[in-house]
């Protein structure tokens, strides 16, 4: 079983459309979660963090943590053609541990 | 520029050649990592130190791998022997580490080709 592990898409959504992006994890001692956003021939880039369960919310982001069922979810709202890009799960155990990643298409 | 920041953006070299990747981090951090990334797959761990220790090194990695990070301050990252499986993108990331809420930042990343 893989440590952390996402659809790989892609998941394609209409401009203006929630975009629902899930992610589950093996290791249940982990204690910090983190979506990462990156583009295509880019680096990975931090959107959101998250350390306790329930949601929490950052403009259109909103990342949402059950421990319990071992699950990270990242919901983006007014999806726009400009979010279209491959977004990565990551887990902290003792390092940071990435998932393959979604992609994100937004059409217009 | 305060950012991660790696040199070369991009390598080409030959099947038994040897490379080396330089990684210089955000200057308060003390963390740096390196991660190794093909085409449709999430960033794979390769080591980290935390100042100039090395305080893991991926069992999945080759022993043609080494990296140090003299000084606590930028870091190398080596690849002795290429072999056409090494073609990748190599990222380096620091952090600020604070217990579990470490966030990582990544450089542009060296992209490496093996002909």
């Known amino acids: 079983q893989k440590e952390v592990e996402q659809n790989s898409g892609p998941l394609s959504v209409p401009e203006g459309a929630i975009a629902s992006l899930n992610c589950t994890y093996s290791?249940?001692?982990?204690?910090?979660f983190f979506w990462y956003r990156q583009y295509s021939g880019k680096s990975p880039e931090l959107i959101m963090s998250?350390?306790?369960?329930g949601d929490k919310e950052d403009g259109r982001f909103t990342a949402q943590l059950n421990k319990a069922s071992q699950y990270v979810s990242l919901l983006i709202r007014d999806s726009q053609p400009s979010d279209s890009a491959t977004y990565l799960c990551?887990?902290?155990?003792?390092?940071?541990?990435f998932g393959t990643g979604t992609r994100l298409q937004v059409f217009p | 520029d305060t950012g991660v920041s790696q040199d070369p953006r991009h390598k080409i070299t030959k099947r038994g050649q040897n490379v080396t990747f330089r990684c210089d981090p955000i200057s308060e951090h003390n963390r740096l990592y390196w991660y190794r990334q093909t085409l449709g797959q999430g960033p794979e761990f390769l080591t980290y130190f935390q100042n100039e220790a090395q305080l893991e090194k991926s069992r999945l990695l080759s022993d043609r791998f080494s990296a140090e990070r003299p000084k606590g301050s930028f870091s190398t990252l080596e690849i002795q022997r290429t072999e056409q499986g090494d073609s990748a993108m190599y990222l380096c990331?620091?952090?600020?580490?604070?217990?579990?809420?470490?966030?990582?930042?990544f450089g542009s990343g060296t992209q490496l080709s093996v002909l």
């Open positions: 990551a887990v902290n155990t003792d390092k940071l541990i």
């Open positions: 290791d249940r001692g982990s204690q910090s």
């Open positions: 990331a620091s952090s600020l580490e604070l217990s579990f809420a470490e966030k990582l930042f």
């Open positions: 998250i350390y306790s369960n």
